[in-house]
């Protein structure tokens, strides 16, 4: 069995006369600060001069500095900028501030994984990464709750990585949710994988077919995206709450029974998971690391190209109108932030 923290393993005063630079302050960003300061840690903001979360930073209370300044003032520099521009940033403004006995600390070991980063020897680098949105690593932290966290140390220059990256957690509410010990390959490369194959790769595109097969059949787009796309998080909340086969118990049996002969003939089994091999294989190798970094150096062609394609996409359009005339729509936990 994999190791688990809880709160009680956890001595947030590992942090007293610290100091926390949040690098970023998007999602997770923002979330991390304002939990940490809420539990009592000093915490300051780095940030690009002309940032549009400058001024949002500001107002939630934080000095707010440059990204070189940040990681000069932090005794543990957390980075919570986007992945693919981190090995930049990094070797620019962060590495020269890194002195003997610092931590360097990510929500994501991907820069870490593929090499991106390679930090001196001299420092803690550990990897505290709540599995959830920064929206509901904040939400949860103020209803008293807290999401599920990852905890890795990659590196144990000072023989505390583990009390500060633990500490780190609970400060951010992780502790009450529970803490599970990985390595920064293995969260790094399950995390890549599943969000590939399974949970936007491969529930995007499963979406995309079920919507095009009933339109092209001649059915209403409208009734193709209540069956293909909406009912899926009805589903999802099943399953999340009760298993499979607690779901299976919520719909019918009729359903239950097409799901048990019709998925193996649009999902077959074997056939799929050697392509997942595949997709992992080149995660593993670094091939799929290497394609996002060119492709984010060259403009993005493809990435600006499919984001444009999909918006034009008749399961977005008719689903904005949908969405728009439900009820509950100002309820949305989406994230509005943004630099
Ligand atoms: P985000 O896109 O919401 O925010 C990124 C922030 O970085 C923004 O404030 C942006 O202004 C800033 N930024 C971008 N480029 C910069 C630069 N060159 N210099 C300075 N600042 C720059 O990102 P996020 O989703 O919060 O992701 C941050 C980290 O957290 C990533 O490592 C990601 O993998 C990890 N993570 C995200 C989630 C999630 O659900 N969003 C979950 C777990 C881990
Ligand atoms: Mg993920």
Redesign the pocket.
């Known amino acids: 069995m994999a190791n688990m923290f809880y709160e009680k393993d956890c001595n947030i005063q590992v942090l007293d006369g610290k100091t926390v630079a949040i690098?970023?302050?998007?999602?997770?960003?923002h979330a991390h600060a304002l939990n940490l300061k809420d539990s009592g840690v000093n915490v300051v903001v780095g940030?690009?001069k002309g940032?549009?979360?400058w001024p949002k930073a500001e107002k939630d209370g934080f000095t707010v500095m440059t990204?070189a300044e940040a990681a000069k003032a932090g005794d543990i520099v957390m980075?919570?900028?986007?992945?693919e521009?981190?090995g930049?940033?990094y070797a620019a403004e962060i590495a020269p501030h890194l002195t003997t006995g610092k931590a360097l600390a990510?929500?994501?070991g991907?820069a870490i994984r593929f090499k991106q980063i390679t930090p001196p020897a001299d420092v803690d680098v550990f990897l505290a990464?709540?599995?959830?949105?920064?929206h509901t690593v904040r939400g949860q932290y103020m209803a008293g709750k807290g999401v599920p966290s990852l905890v890795a140390v990659e590196q144990n220059a000072t023989g505390k990585a583990m009390d500060i990256a633990l500490a780190y957690i609970a400060g951010i509410g992780g502790g009450r949710a529970g803490v599970l010990e990985t390595t920064m390959t293995e969260e790094t490369e399950t995390d890549l994988f599943g969000e590939q194959t399974v949970l936007c790769g491969g529930v995007v595109d499963l979406m995309r077919c079920g919507f095009e097969v009933l339109v092209e059949a001649g059915y209403s787009p409208e009734s193709a995206y209540f069956e293909c796309i909406h009912e899926l998080k009805l589903i999802i909340d099943l399953v999340n709450k009760a298993g499979i086969a607690g779901m299976n118990y919520s719909v019918s049996d009729t359903a239950e029974y097409g799901e048990y002969v019709s998925g193996p003939r649009v999902l077959p089994a074997e056939e799929t998971k050697e392509r997942m091999r595949a997709v992992l294989a080149d995660i593993q190798s670094g091939k799929f690391a290497e394609n996002w970094i060119k492709e984010h150096k060259a403009g993005r062609p493809l990435f600006n190209e499919r984001r444009a394609a999909l918006e034009k996409h008749p399961m977005e359009i008719v689903g904005k109108e949908l969405r728009e005339n439900m009820l509950w729509k100002n309820d949305s936990d989406l994230?509005t932030?943004?630099?």
């Not at 690098?23 to 960003?29: H, K, M």
């Open positions: 690098i970023g302050y998007g999602s997770q960003g940030l690009r940032s549009k979360s990204v980075i919570l900028i986007n992945d521009v981190q930049e940033v990510f929500a994501h991907f990464a709540p599995k959830g949105p920064g994230d932030a943004s630099n």
